[in-house]
């Protein structure tokens, strides 16, 4: 399979004896990376920038908040940006969020992710554990 780079925002690739050509956006891998990532337990969400955060307070969700893709002929590189769920270990979650979003990406597209760069942005803490004072 040969892949090439299209007009920015979409990766086509080729494959002998197939029908035609294949687009991925951009848009949809960064996706794929936001959904593998919250379906780690202890990720409490993305963590977008400001323009995704006012965004998502009017009612709009975007699917791929603080995701950064960047496609290359040879590979993937992602860059996420996490909320962490309080109690959970740093480096243990982000090993998980590094291998479930290169797997998810790689199985479902077929591209190589060399590189799955994990920011701890931001620490959950659940609404119930709030200390009152009395």
């Not at 993937?76 to 940006?81: E, I, P």
Request: neutral net charge.
């Amino acid at each position: 399979m040969t892949a090439e780079m299209q007009s920015g925002n979409t990766y086509s690739m080729k494959e002998a004896g197939v029908l035609g050509d294949i687009q991925i956006a951009d848009e949809v891998i960064a996706i794929i990376a936001a959904l593998a990532a919250t379906e780690v337990d202890g990720v409490a969400k993305m963590y977008g920038n400001i323009t995704n955060e006012l965004v998502s307070k009017l009612g709009m969700k975007k699917l791929s908040k603080g995701v950064k893709v960047f496609v290359a002929p040879d590979d993937v590189k992602v860059d996420l940006s996490i909320e962490l769920k309080y109690g959970y270990g740093v480096m243990d979650i982000s090993k998980k969020v590094q291998e479930k979003v290169k797997q998810a990406i790689e199985t479902m597209t077929g591209l190589n992710v060399s590189v799955v760069r994990v920011r701890i942005a931001g620490v959950a803490i659940a609404k119930e554990e709030r200390v009152t004072k009395a």
